[in-house]
């Protein structure tokens, strides 16, 4: 059985609320202009060789399966989770966001947003 995250979650936190943490993390300041500037250093870019997905029969032939939809069986899919689950119970707060991909609302897919402190 897997853990739940035991770690303190900011949920769908505003915009002011998120600069104000960052600002208090001393991880981004305020420009002359009134914008966050934060410097994220050199692991900034995406990384679609970085995406896998597990195959199984609802994932077989829905998914184009290529260089960038990499699949992975549930068992390597349940080592991964275990290992991101004891990294975010190691972590003091995370911060949680749900948005939306596609503008389209027929197409429109939701996403959440992860960060760790």
């Known amino acids: 059985m897997l853990k739940k995250i035991t770690t303190a979650i900011r949920y769908q936190s505003s ?3 998120l600069i104000q943490d960052t600002l208090c993390l001393k991880e981004g300041l305020i420009t002359s202009t ?5 410097r994220t250093g050199e ?3 995406r990384a679609p060789q970085d995406k896998f997905i597990v195959r199984d029969e609802l994932t077989e032939n829905n998914v184009h399966w290529n260089s960038f939809n990499i ?3 549930e ?5 991964i989770y275990r290992k991101i689950l004891d990294h975010l119970n190691a ?4 911060w949680v966001r749900d948005g939306y991909a ?5 197409s429109r897919r939701r996403e959440e947003v992860d960060r760790v402190k």
């Open 43 to 45: 692991f900034t870019g």
């Open 71 to 73: 699949p992975i069986d």
């Open 15 to 17: 915009p002011e609320a």
């Open 34 to 38: 009134g914008a966050l500037a934060i």
């Open 91 to 94: 972590k003091t707060q995370v």
């Open 75 to 79: 068992k390597c899919f349940r080592v």
């Open 102 to 106: 596609c503008a389209d609302p027929l």
